[in-house]
């Protein structure tokens, strides 16, 4: 299994490098990452549920340590979690079926070309 806690402290280390090559890249990224606490349309809970699926469905052991971390120190409860990660799973598979449709487009073109 993963050490989430060594994940993030060697991720944050790496980062912190980058930072000193390209600082507004990583600026730029913590802009993002404030902006929708600033519009507060969504709770931070709801931002973290929806940060772990896209994590998932996005393969980022990064982004899973993080969000993971900042889910447990809010609250989000093993049920919330389980239904975000259902919902990524769904997004998967849905995915997976859509480019599989375009797997058959793109053969049926070339043999009609």
């Known amino acids: 299994?993963?050490?989430?806690?060594?994940?993030?402290?060697?991720?944050?280390?790496r980062l912190k490098e980058l930072a000193t090559?390209?600082?507004?890249?990583?600026?730029?990224t913590a802009l993002i990452a404030g902006a929708g606490a600033k519009t507060n349309h969504l709770d931070a809970r709801t931002r973290e549920?929806?940060?772990?699926?896209?994590?998932?469905?996005t393969?980022?052991?990064?982004?899973?340590?993080?969000?993971?971390?900042?889910?447990?120190?809010l609250g989000v409860n093993d049920d919330e979690i389980?239904?975000?990660?259902?919902?990524?799973?769904?997004?998967?598979?849905?995915?997976?079926?859509?480019?599989?449709a375009h797997v058959l487009d793109a053969v049926d073109r070339y043999k009609n070309t």
Request: net charge negative.
């Open 59 to 73: 393969r980022c052991d990064g982004c899973i340590a993080f969000h993971a971390l900042q889910a447990v120190k």
């Open 82 to 100: 389980a239904e975000a990660l259902g919902v990524a799973i769904n997004l998967n598979a849905g995915a997976a079926m859509v480019y599989s």
């Open 21 to 28: 090559r390209t600082p507004d890249t990583l600026k730029g």
């Open 1 to 13: 299994m993963i050490d989430w806690k060594q994940t993030l402290h060697d991720d944050g280390t």
């Open 49 to 57: 549920l929806i940060a772990l699926a896209v994590a998932v469905t």
